[in-house]
């Protein structure tokens, strides 16, 4: 399946992020994994959360912040990758001036079901 950018429509996901998602099964029929951008704002932290069943793997593509991922807390920042495992509380909070991008896939795909607020 093949998708363009521009044509992909913004939403604001559970944690409050702005998120594109890039690939997913419910718009590109795959069957096991998807891909989104997300962008923080500067200034914006995403509310602390966890995934049930889902594994996260993120790339931070632009921006810079702090990264709280179970207990620890690290800067992350341009080239930054990060595994979330499943169940792992964890949030990104933009330090800097201008927007975070991040890569984020998840495996099993990501789902509001299998994401749960914790604050």
Known sequence: ??????????????DGSLIRELIHPDQHGNAAQSLAEAT????????RHRHIESEELYYVMQGQGVMTLGDEVFDISAGSSI????????????????????LCSCSPAYSHEDT???E
């Open 116 to 118: 749960e607020i914790l």
């Open 1 to 14: 399946m093949h998708s363009r950018y521009r044509e992909i429509k913004p939403y604001v996901s559970k």
């Open 83 to 102: 595994a979330i495992m499943p169940g792992t509380p964890h949030c990104v909070d933009n330090t800097g001036k201008e927007d975070m991008v991040i």
């Open 40 to 47: 923080i704002l500067p200034g914006q932290k995403t509310q």
